[in-house]
């Protein structure tokens, strides 16, 4: 026994000696302290972050996005206030859908934010966030705001159905929608049974924003004047001619805003194949109609979805409409496929088409009142349908046509 405890020993000591990264020979020298030097400010002098200059800071963070400058805010407590500067107001969460409502007893909006990431989304909302505002007018004609966040409502907002009040929109109402849209991207806007008179205060509240559609529906244009539409016309231009997708089929209202001007305006290069469809009542559209020039060919081309039958355009057009549409395409400027539906002067007939087409380049037939044009290497088609309604009472007639154009593939 007395042998076999030695070796263990000595086996134990001899892995001891073998595992040690020293000897006897080693000397040990306690490393010195590294003493802090602070400066007069009260801040280390090797704390570089904290001597940089907030303008070099928000230099740097205008290159990140939101999410990130809201990560960035964990970092160091210096940071905080600089998430807040209003020079970082461009940098948004995106996502974010806005609508705009009337009350029985005020007005209403609120901001739904769906995106990955978001701080304050709700996952039992499927991780959105509602940011809810409502200001109500009391017995005394004074305004009542009230400001609520993911509280989901138990009850249905009471909308006026026929009859909306017109009182004017409060500045609170709009002060605190901007407030909100400081770091929330409206990405889509709804507005609906309010006065005309928004847009004039929509324009300067959507500056910057990377609004991709707004629908209108419903507009009140009681009490005014020919001198504010001018004004709200300007405002409107220049509120949609950002946007990719106007929706106004449910305001029939806003014919009186639309002319050659505007078409021209919104049909810029910035955006391309942009969509805009207008209400299709017929006597409101005849009422309104504007007929352009023909330099409006060189903007519709434009448009992938154009639904406006207040524009009426020469019969002698469509033909050469169609063609440069078809051309540009090839180019790869814009995509194959587009629709359009507008007004023209004189029914379309099939000696006009083929007056006005390119026979060396083009294809045209015409079968049961539908006229085909195609490319003569088949790989772009148009299909031409021409309509007529009555107008007013009875006596006038609105000619309308609708222009398909698409590609081989979908071409049946």
Known sequence: MNDISDSE????????????????????????????????????????????????????????????????????????????????????????????????????????????????????????????????????????????MNARREYFLEFPPDNPHYWPIPDAFFTAMAEILRHHEATKVRIENVPLTIFTKMEKILDGHCTQSISCAKVQCESIGQAEVKSIKKSFTQLVKRVRVIDLKDAPELFQLIDEDFMCSIAHLEVYDRQMLTSPYADLAYVHRFTPSDSILQHIIHFQWLELLSMELDSDWVAPLIMARMEASIKGEFEQRCTWKFALDRPLTSDIISQTVRHADYKYTELDDVHFLSTKDQARHAKIYSEQYLVGDGTAILNVVQINVLNACSFN
């Open 9 to 148: 020993e000595q086996e134990s000591t001899s892995n001891s000696e073998e595992d040690s990264d020293y000897d006897d020979n080693d000397v040990f020298v306690r490393r010195p302290k590294k003493f802090l030097i602070i400066g007069s400010d009260g801040l280390c002098i090797e704390d570089h972050l904290s001597h940089c200059p907030d303008l070099c800071l928000l230099k740097i963070f205008n290159f990140l996005s939101r999410p990130d400058l809201f990560n960035v805010t964990s970092v160091n407590k210096r940071l905080l206030p600089l998430y807040f500067d209003k020079s970082l107001n461009n940098r948004k969460w995106g996502n974010g859908h806005l609508s705009i409502y009337p009350t029985l007893s005020g007005y209403f909006f609120d901001l739904v934010v769906g995106i990955d990431g978001y701080p304050w989304s709700e996952e039992e909302y499927g991780n959105y966030a509602w940011f809810e505002y409502e200001i109500q007018k009391s017995e005394d004609g004074s305004f009542i705001e009230k400001r609520t």
